[in-house]
Structure formats: structure tokens, C-alpha cells
């Protein structure tokens, strides 16, 4: 999906397609507020799968632009192929079975995952810890690319695009000229959040706004 698929869209709805009202780069400024929000209630929505090489210990932690472990799916061998699937292990339970296990052996491939996302969604650890070059199949959220140019590629999947359009048109009608219209916006926010399952304070917050402005 490319920037424009969403901005197009959105320009079309505002009645403003020659982007007479609204700047380009408004839209694009819009469009990555857009993604932050969804990717705020959804991190599944800019997941991405990586082959990562865990460091020594139990320990580890997520790329750099990582904002949650979606899960760790299985090692990776030394000659590149596809080794033991990791589970995930609760770690209050393997702490309470076996209370050494940051200080196992190395092996050349790891059996589980434990994970607290309120603990701290950028560390993760594994059980037992691997020898070094250790490899294995991570699949985790990041944050969105930050879009530039109406031809910039998207990280979100297709699915997504009707809610950022809904959430980019939000914002322009939102914006304080001569076609505000909070109403409508308010309406189109509420249109995000439902497509994506969320329903947060503000929605309650804009439509409040509007009727007090009607």
C-alpha cells in the first residue's frame, strides 16, 4: 500500500483532490499521526518477521524501532535452516520451577520464550540461553516508517487502509479554516476507532466538542 492509495482516498472524500485546502504535506503529516494511532491500539497491524542472532545470556532484547514481541516462532540453524519451534513459557512459573535457569548451559538451540509486555515490552528472555551465533525467528511490532512522499511504500498491511483514511480526513476537517467541520470529524474518528476494535476517550472528546460548537 503506498501513501497515495490512503491520501487519494482521503483527498476525494474532502471534496479537495487538486489539494487546494489541504497541502500535500499536510495530508502526509496527517497520515503519520495516523499510523502511530494505529499502531498505538494495534501493534499486530505493523508486525514484521526477522531472523535475529540472540546475545549471550538469557536476556534479550528487541530490534532497534521495536515496540512489542508479537511472538518468537522457532531457531534458526547455523546453516541457515529451519531448527526447533520456541514456546513461549510463563516466567513467574519457570522461575518458581527451576530458579537457575539464567545460569543453564548454552545449547546450540533454545526450547522457550518468556515475555511480560507491562514488565517491559522491549526485553524478552529465552530458556536455555544459546551459544553464540545462535539464531532464531522473531516476529515483533515496530514502529511505522515515517512517510515522506505520496510514493513511499506503507509497513501497514492493505487491511488498514480505509480506517487511515478515515483518521487523515479527521484531521482535516478538524483543522481551524474556512471548511472546518468538528462534526464530521467526529464522525470520522469515531469510523477509526470502530474499525479498529477501540473505542477510547477521544471519541467522547471530539463528538462533545462538536455539539458544543453546533
Known sequence: MLASDVLDKAAIILLDSPNDRWTSAELIDYLNLAQKELAKHKPAASKTRVSVIFVTGTQQSLPVGGVMLLDLDRNIKSDDSIGNAIRYADKASLDSFDPDWHLAAEETQTESYCYDAKMDPKIYWISPPVKVG??????????????????????????????????????????????QDLQKASAFYQAFYQSIGVRTAAQDRYRAKAQSES
Open 134 to 179: 545462535g539464531k532464531g525467528e522473531l516476529v515483533y511490532a515496530k514502529i511505522p516508517t515515517t512517510v515522506i512522499a505520496t510514493t513511499d511504500t506503507l509497513d501497514l498491511d492493505d487491511d488498514y487502509e480505509a480506517p487511515l483514511v478515515d483518521y487523515v480526513v479527521a484531521r482535516a476537517l478538524s483543522k481551524d479554516n474556512e471548511v
